[in-house]
């Protein structure tokens, strides 16, 4: 077989696993978007208070929190495609008992389960990609989960809205929202049966000694010379390497990478995108939009969302991450800027909102919206990725869920020229945080990232090199 070819069959065998590990990316967009849609004929059939409305969406992401934790130590322990089955276990669980119960409470139970699985897969679908991916398509095919993501979220809305048109309001009260969450169960079957067929991590089973297994997969990745290559490059890695919790902690390097992580994975959060995903019909009520233009308005913003998490995969193999970071953050601080002086002026611009609303999104889209699980997938070292992907993961989730539960009082109480200003300069952040500390990982081998990192704490200097060149 030529290079040419070995590469072309290398690309597909890589991209259908990856496409594979994403589609736990389109139940994540799924599971999350879809109470948007149930949630008001939740609160007619339980007759919900709105503390309880509050719960019935933040109790998802308190699941997420617990499983993002756990992922590490389960996927190090039994292995990252165990895991994922499992994850997609929780998930059809999840959706046919969140579909069934006749008490708030059991559906409560049945949703954070649901959010075990989701916490599971954020963590493990980027993480498993990274592992498998050759280093020049890796951003890419990691990427692929966010796009996953957003496209899930994109679908929910219109499989809500066709629900919720398939009967009167007493059926939708009664039914409808069972439906909306049920449906999730087809998506979590296909992942199951799906996972079945594909590899385990070559990372994985040269950290549990599965030396002949490992080469297998990588061979059909690389071929076989460089299969070799970096058989031998990941067994040095795991030398002398327990891959503890409390290594993490006390090695400055370690130390440095999971700061870069976990702090890029709050900031994804702390600029504001959910806050805007979640409540974007009530801000465009703010300014004067009118209910169904408000809607409107809002799908237009999940289309863009989707449109620029393509473009950022397009990209971030050629750009690379840290230019997309800084290009993003920049671009969603200006236009939370202009957004803050709009709520501040005597009489809102709709239309000049709508538009910042949507350069922001579609920054995000670009940069931190996919980029973040890229990077938080390749900086750490094979012998504790497992653990500190899922510490960066769970950080992640606890920021969601402050956001999610803050924006509201917020608004209620700084107002929401203020908020946004908030949101800026915390994008403001970081820009220069991105600029000072974070790594560019594009075209660089995993094991070389964690030499890299040893070598130079700020990481500054990292550049491309192909296995050829660096032996």
């Not at 969603?332 to 709709?350: D, G, K, P, Q």
């Not at 974070?438 to 030499?451: A, G, M, S």
Request: with cysteine; hydrophobic share 55%.
């Amino acid at each position: 077989m030529s290079n040419i070819q070995q590469q072309d069959a290398s690309l597909k065998f890589v991209t259908l696993i990856s496409i594979v590990a994403a589609i736990g990316g389109l139940l994540f967009g799924f599971d999350t978007a879809v109470v948007s849609g149930a949630i008001g004929f939740m609160g007619d059939r339980f007759s919900l208070t709105d503390f309880q409305v509050g719960w019935a969406v933040s109790s998802l992401i308190v699941g997420c929190v617990v499983g993002a934790a756990f992922a590490g130590v389960l996927s190090d322990k039994f292995g990252r495609k165990r895991v994922l089955i499992g994850a997609a276990l929780l998930f059809i669980v999840s959706c046919i008992g969140s579909a069934l119960p006749d008490s708030f409470n059991t559906y409560i139970l049945f949703r954070i389960i649901g959010g075990l699985g989701i916490g599971l897969t954020s963590t493990l679908c980027p993480l498993y990609n990274a592992e498998i991916a050759p280093a020049r398509y890796r951003g890419r095919l990691v990427a692929l989960n966010q796009l996953a993501t957003v496209t899930g979220i994109f679908l929910v809305y219109f499989v809500n809205l066709w629900i919720s048109n398939s009967g009167e309001h007493a059926w939708q009260v009664e039914y409808a929202w069972r439906w909306m969450f049920g449906v999730g169960a087809i998506p979590g079957i296909i992942f199951l049966i799906a996972l079945l067929f594909v590899p385990e991590s070559p990372r994985w089973l040269m950290k549990q000694g599965h030396r002949e297994q490992a080469f297998t997969i990588l061979n059909r990745i690389h071929g076989s010379e460089l299969a070799k290559l970096e058989v031998d490059d990941i067994e040095q890695s795991f030398k002398q390497k327990k891959g503890s919790f409390r290594e993490l902690f006390q090695s400055p390097t370690l130390k440095a990478a999971l700061i870069v992580g976990v702090v890029l994975a709050v900031m994804q959060q702390f600029t504001g995108i959910n806050a805007v995903m979640y409540y974007a019909p009530e801000i465009f009520k703010q300014a004067g939009a009118g209910t169904n233009a408000a809607l409107v308005q809002t799908i237009l913003i999940g289309f863009i969302n989707f449109v620029f998490t393509i473009v950022a995969i397009w990209l971030i193999d050629k750009v690379g991450r840290k230019q997309l970071l800084m290009v993003g953050s920049a671009g969603m601080a200006i236009s939370l800027i202009v957004i803050s002086f709009a709520f501040n002026a005597a009489e809102t611009n709709s239309t000049l909102l709508l538009v910042f609303l949507l350069i922001y999104v579609a920054s995000f889209a670009v940069s931190l919206g996919p980029v973040v699980w890229v990077i938080m997938s390749e900086i750490f070292p094979n012998h504790v990725r497992g653990i500190a992907t899922a510490i960066g993961s769970m950080s992640l989730w606890i920021a969601d869920y402050i956001v999610s539960q803050s924006f509201p009082s917020l608004l209620a109480s700084i107002g929401s020229s203020a908020t946004f200003a908030a949101f800026a300069v915390l994008s403001l952040f970081t820009f220069f945080f991105t600029w000072k500390k974070v790594p560019e990982t594009k075209d660089v081998p995993l094991e070389q990232i964690e030499t890299l990192w040893q070598d130079n704490l700020s990481a500054r200097t990292l550049q491309p090199v192909e296995y050829e060149q660096a032996r």
